[in-house]
């Protein structure tokens, strides 16, 4: 392939599946729900707008929609072995993606985009 395979991001692939994120009116009560389940917590808690829970090797996220119907019904996490070169890949084949790669609290790196049928991707990397 030619020298640019790489600016494209052509060597990122997927590697496996993270988390799943599903959307909560009510973080308490979902976390007293999977807590009860025996999820184990890594990140967050009932007064957070964020939790994560340890799902085999993977995780099981919640996020809190306080207004209105929850119109956002979660994302899919995805790792990938190069989050940046994943983002150039992304944008080099017309796909736009919601923001550039960025750091989180939660040591990943990540950018979001949303697929053709509204779901949205996380493409991640821990850091």
């Known amino acids: 392939m030619s020298g640019d395979h790489r600016q494209d991001g052509g060597d990122a692939h997927v590697e496996a599946l993270s988390a799943i994120t599903l959307a909560t009116h009510d973080m308490p009560r979902a976390v007293r729900f999977y807590e009860a389940l025996g999820f184990r917590m890594l990140y967050g808690g009932a007064n957070e707008a964020f939790t994560s829970f340890a799902l085999g090797a993977s995780y099981l996220n919640l996020t809190s929609e306080t207004h209105g ?45 949303t697929d053709p049928d509204g779901h949205e991707l996380s493409f991640a990397r821990p850091l």
């Not at 890949?89 to 979001?112: C, L, M």
């Open 69 to 113: 119907p929850i119109q956002f019904w979660g994302r899919v996490i995805i790792y990938v072995s190069d989050v940046d070169a994943f983002y150039r890949k992304a944008v080099a084949h017309g796909i736009e993606p919601q923001f550039t790669p960025r750091d989180a609290p939660w040591n990943e790196r990540y950018f979001h985009l």
